[in-house]
């Protein structure tokens, strides 16, 4: 998929549309031999297809349109972000609109139409065909857009229980995507879930960073967090002593964790 976008991108339709060919020609081989019949010559594909009984509905429509509409709106939304042209974009919205309400059960073609309510910043408008994609099954990597993009969408508009779950996902199907990981993290602040956002957003941070400063600094801290523990612990537990007890006070050294024992010895 992510070659036949470049194609689209560079303009250049003869590459794009051999690539298609190919595609098309090794779906129908499979559906001929589901069907247990040989291949036809493909001048007549769309006579050939009618006499099957196994096969997708509005099999050649479906063909033309892959070659037609769709190659037109894909190749319209990439230029149309490329320049930032709105005009363009609205002109792929209406075509891939019109391929959505022809063909509901076709996730790519459902997923493109999300694709570009987003770049047009329709993001609430966006959200059915993102649900409608994934529940039509999705593959990759278009899953993993969807999902990350679902869910940033999501938690941009505010719902963050929606974004949760959907991140959620996405970060078990993709653990290596660290966009997921980050925007679950902006989430879970967003949910006043503070430690695990932070432990989330400083993993990442750990491994992916290459100031010698950051590592030295993480690292220090990793090997005194017990240490820090027991000292906060302590200071913890010694000023609620002198709460209770004012008249038995003693005086402890803060910067020495080993005088607590002696401590709880002179208090009882």
Wanted: net charge negative; charged share 25%; hydrophobic share 45%.
């Amino acid at each position: 998929m992510e070659a036949r976008f470049a194609l689209i991108r560079r303009n250049e339709i003869l590459g794009l549309h051999e690539r298609l060919v190919r595609d098309v020609h090794n779906v129908l081989r499979i559906l001929f031999a589901i069907n247990r019949q040989w291949e036809p010559d493909w001048k007549w594909a769309r006579a050939a297809t009618g006499e099957l009984s196994i096969k997708p509905d509005r099999l050649a429509e479906r063909i033309n349109a892959i070659f037609m509409a769709l190659a037109e709106a894909l190749q319209l939304r990439e230029m149309g972000q490329a320049k930032q042209d709105q005009a363009m974009l609205e002109q792929a919205r209406a075509i891939l609109l019109e391929l959505v309400a022809a063909y509901p059960d076709d996730a790519e073609i459902t997923f493109h139409t999300t694709v570009v309510h987003d770049n047009l910043g329709l993001e609430r408008a966006s959200i059915p065909y993102y649900v409608q994609a994934l529940a039509l099954g999705l593959s990759s990597p278009d899953l993993e857009r969807a999902l990350l993009g679902l869910g940033s969408t999501y938690r941009g508009l505010g719902d963050y229980q929606h974004a949760e779950e959907t991140l959620r996902r996405g970060v078990r199907e993709f653990p290596h995507n660290r966009a997921i990981q980050v925007f679950l993290a902006m989430t879970l602040y967003n949910k006043q879930s503070y430690k695990e956002a932070m432990e989330l957003l400083l993993t990442n941070l750990l491994e992916t960073t290459s100031d010698e400063n950051l590592l030295y600094s993480f690292s220090f801290n990793q090997q005194n967090a017990s240490a820090l523990t027991l000292q906060h612990s302590c200071w913890i537990l010694w000023i609620s002593c002198i709460v209770c007890r004012k008249e038995k006070a003693i005086k402890i050294d803060s910067k020495d964790v080993c005088s607590f024992p002696l401590f709880l010895m002179q208090w009882r």
